[in-house]
């Protein structure tokens, strides 16, 4: 994707500008940064771009992942790049600016916030010592800061290449970022480059390297840089290994102080040459209209009822808006290799986003899921393996399945457009029929020979229970593709392949009145009912597994467990491509019905988790979609506001937000496949305002807190009796209206209209 798609023309930038001037609401000012920000949320509160690349915003201590914390944390400076809503070891944090009033002879410049404002494309705080006031903005590859200082102060600022998050003494600490080296020159009197480069981080990667230019509007009159602990008059520190920065001080005839940041992952000249063309001017408010024109764009992709609460459209809005923060758009910026397809990075990981992040982009910008899913099909070509996680260009980590084989099966079934589906074929096939030699964490499939030979992963191989479940669930994407393109041998095997789950279904297992569940099973194919832990083959200590366990005692690595994340109550409902053949196992409609009562009254469901992301559905294949709905309404009230606390977990690049959105708009996708479960929408009008200039309309009529069951429904003006929606149905355009009622109705019995 070319960035220009990315932006309006000019005349549509003056016209949006006037727009916000004016004092006219726009869909951006329901969008709410700080939702989810704090409690298990982790979102990126800073600027950006549409997935952009530079996401500037203060760094409160090296620990978190987003780099905020909430006051009074101390702040240390503002970082140019980041990740958003990421459990595990943090990634980045680089380049940090820092504005201060006095201390030209030390490298550190803490300071407090007084107030910090906080919007879609802007941030703004006061430091509470110094009284210097932060204005933050973004563009795609350069951040821009205007900096207010006190009249009767010095006014310095700060340039840190060595600062980044998640920093640890232990070398090699696991999930750690670790210093590698830095770089600093000072170009000029109102320039400065150089660049910073680490490794690690929450996908224990290779060394990536951060290069920056930064400008200021007006010219500095004393610099220094330093590198260690060593402050000096030189105009560069080169690469020690050690870390180096600059000290700036400019005359006290301003008070206000501009500065561009460009960022380059291939070198300095090419950061200058992004903040340049990215920001050709010191506007700040033309620098954040471009940026809120570009989001508008995106978020006028559904048009909901202007009617609509401003609490639930806070709640869309913002949805939207952390769905399309990652990954990060790299295009041309890609050290490793050179060609023209798309490059995207940080994806963060697949085994979370997939599931609904992937589905909603198709929705609002297929354009731009094409272009990932070209990046991901380049990335096997390139790199030999499509990652499941890949941040500062290098893979890992693998948490389940070979999750990008299901984003690829599902821009398939929705034809999406300018994909080599053939050479996507083959990434699939490399995953599922060539072990990753050792690699297991990074890509590929570990355990796959077990897989393959016996039909699912023993005990003692790790992630056995949810890799066979994934596996299965993968299988079944390249079955898919392989039929869609005419490979009907290929089609059949892993058809076939797919039904593996069932080799760790353990039909006599009970638990807390539910039978039938994924269990651990050996080599040899006996199943385990206790677990050994730690490694002693001497003592070897055993403890009792059940369907509620999601860890072992401390001293067992969390990471070497039989299932991830997840217990196996939830795991054992998590079969999306064969949820017939898993209400069969589970003992028919009726069993299965209690089953599913049974995991949601007793708590055995996870809202903050995504393996459990399409249980809350689960009643429509019992014809009972009405019970999807109170599940849903439910677990929305009890999880989700629009309060910085408003998300119940780990944000995941967008994929707490992304189920949020969906079920708002009454459509769920189950995820590789060409069809969305329609219920009862929270929203009384949607308008899908899709890339050909069609739209497709959702009608709630008589929709209100009573009125919360579909009594009956029509597309295009004639009765639609099913519970699912086809998307091509939805993409040719037309008009779903749902009639409203107090009572569930008989509407919804059948998925879909029986095949002839």
């Not at 820092?98 to 803490?110: E, I, K």
Request: charged share 25%.
């Amino acid at each position: 994707m070319k960035l220009h798609r990315l932006f309006y023309s000019s005349i549509t930038f003056f016209f949006v500008g006037a727009m916000y001037a004016s004092g006219t609401i726009r869909l951006t000012d329901y969008v709410d940064p700080r939702i989810g920000s704090e409690g298990l949320g982790r979102v990126f509160i800073g600027p950006s771009c549409p997935f952009g690349m530079v996401k500037p915003s203060p760094d409160c201590t090296p620990s978190p992942n987003s780099g905020w914390l909430p006051m009074p944390e101390r702040v240390d400076g503002f970082s140019q790049v980041h990740v958003s809503g990421t459990g595990g070891g943090p990634k980045y944090g680089n380049v940090l600016v820092t504005p201060f009033c006095s201390g030209m002879d030390r490298t550190a410049h803490h300071d407090c916030r007084e107030y910090e404002d906080i919007r879609l494309g802007y941030y703004d705080t006061r430091f509470r010592n110094s009284g210097i006031r932060t204005q933050i903005t973004t563009a795609q590859r350069a951040s821009f800061y205007r900096f207010t200082y006190p009249e009767d102060s010095l006014k310095s600022l700060a340039i840190d290449a060595g600062f980044f998050l998640g920093e640890s003494p232990v070398p090699d600490e696991r999930e750690a970022q670790q210093f590698v080296g830095s770089e600093i020159q000072i170009l000029s009197d109102h320039e400065v480059s150089g660049y910073t480069r680490i490794r690690g981080g929450w996908n224990n990667g290779r060394a990536y390297t951060v290069y920056f230019y930064a400008e200021t509007d007006r010219p500095f009159v004393k610099s220094l840089t330093w590198k260690g602990k060593d402050i000096s008059e030189s105009r560069s520190q080169y690469d020690t290994h050690e870390k180096t920065g600059a000290l700036l001080q400019f005359a006290d005839t301003d008070t206000t102080l501009q500065l561009k940041v460009g960022i380059s992952f291939l070198s300095s000249q090419k950061a200058k040459a992004n903040a340049h063309s990215c920001i050709p001017h010191w506007s700040f408010e033309q620098v954040h209209n471009e940026l809120l024109a570009a989001w508008e764009r995106l978020f006028g992709a559904i048009e909901i009822d202007p009617k609509t609460p401003e609490k639930q459209k806070r709640m869309f809005y913002t949805a939207l808006y952390h769905t399309m923060l990652m990954p990060v758009d790299r295009t041309g910026e890609n050290p490793l290799w050179s060609d023209p397809e798309p490059y995207y990075d940080d994806f963060y990981a697949i085994w979370d986003t997939y599931r609904t992040s992937s589905p909603l982009i198709t929705l609002i910008d297929p354009l731009r899921e094409a272009d990932i899913v070209r990046s991901l099909i380049n990335i096997y070509k390139r790199d030999g393996y499509m990652p499941d996680a890949r941040s500062g260009n290098c893979n890992g980590r693998t948490q389940g399945g070979s999750n990008a084989e299901i984003v690829i099966a599902d821009a398939f079934v929705k034809e999406l457009k300018g994909i080599d589906y053939e050479l996507g074929l083959e990434a699939m096939l490399k995953d599922a029929t060539v072990p990753p030699g050792g690699n297991e964490e990074a890509e590929g499939r570990g355990g796959l020979m077990p897989y393959l030979e016996l039909g699912y992963i023993p005990h003692g191989i790790p992630r056995a229970g949810n890799r066979t479940v994934e596996y299965s669930y993968c299988d079944y994407a390249i079955a898919l593709v392989a039929k869609g393109l005419g490979k009907d041998s290929l089609y059949r095997k892993y058809l076939k392949q797919s039904g593996n789950w069932k080799n760790l279904w353990r039909d006599d297992y009970e638990h807390a009145g539910a039978k039938g569940f994924i269990m651990p099973r050996d080599k040899n194919g006996n199943w385990l009912d206790r677990l050994p832990f730690g490694n002693s083959k001497v003592q070897r200590p055993t403890y009792t597994y059940t369907p509620v366990t999601f860890e072992g005692p401390w001293y067992t690595p969390w990471w070497n467990m039989f299932f991830y994340e997840a217990s196996s109550w939830e795991y054992s409902l998590s079969i999306p491509h064969d949820i017939p053949g898993l209400i069969e196992k589970c003992g028919g409609p009726e069993k299965f019905e209690e089953r599913l009562d049974i995991f949601f009254d007793k708590g055995f469901y996870n809202v903050n988790n995504e393996p459990s992301f399409l249980s809350p559905c689960l009643y429509h294949w019992l014809g009972k979609p009405w019970r999807s709905d109170d599940r849903i309404r439910e677990i929305i009230k009890r999880n989700y506001s629009d309060t910085p606390t408003g998300l119940p977990g780990n944000d995941d690049s967008g994929a707490m937000s992304s189920w949020l959105a969906f079920h708002m708009v009454g459509l769920y996708p189950n995820a590789g496949q060409d069809y969305y479960l329609i219920h009862a929408p929270m929203l009384r009008s949607v308008t899908f305002h899709l890339e050909d200039g069609k739209e497709f309309r959702i009608i709630a009529q008589g929709l209100s807190e009573k009125n919360r069951y579909i009594q009956s429904a029509t597309l295009n003006g004639k009765s639609y009796p099913y519970s699912a929606l086809r998307h091509k149905d939805l993409v040719a355009g037309g008009e779903l209206t749902l009639q409203m009622g107090a009572k569930p109705g008989d509407w919804g019995k059948e998925l879909f209209e029986a095949e002839n």
